[in-house]
């Protein structure tokens, strides 16, 4: 079955940095994008990045454009998000998710439990 376990978040100073990762199973890895949303209590889900299945194609919306970095090692079945320049509302809970394909624009059908970024002075 599709397991995304999320890993990494905390608490971070305002300009500091984290770094999430997301361990997959389940599935052809290397077959199928992958996203970074994030949901504050009571606003919807924001796409905060995502990346192809080969990695050839990236997005980022324009709020975390510069500051936020997407990869995936297709050899070790894990996709991570590096934030910097990190500010208080990046404060949320980050999940990662699984495309139905290869492609960034497609429909995500797995999701993981997420993972708590803080950021706070």
């Known amino acids: 079955q599709v397991q995304l376990v999320e890993s990494g978040g905390g608490l971070a100073q305002p300009g500091g940095s984290l770094r999430l990762s997301c361990a997959a199973s389940?599935?052809?890895?290397?077959?199928?994008?992958m996203s970074w949303a994030r949901q504050a209590p009571g606003k919807g889900l924001e796409w905060v990045s995502g990346i192809s299945g080969d990695g050839s194609d990236t997005y980022y919306p324009d709020s975390v454009k510069g500051r936020f970095t997407i990869s995936r090692d297709n050899a070790k079945n894990t996709l991570y998000l590096q934030m910097n320049s990190l500010k208080p509302e990046d404060t949320v809970l980050y999940y990662c998710?699984?495309?139905?394909?290869?492609?960034?624009?497609?429909?995500?059908?797995?999701w993981g439990q997420g993972t708590q970024v803080t950021v706070s002075s």
């Open positions: 998710a699984k495309a139905t394909g290869g492609s960034v624009h497609l429909p995500y059908d797995y």
């Open positions: 389940g599935f052809t890895f290397s077959n199928y994008a």
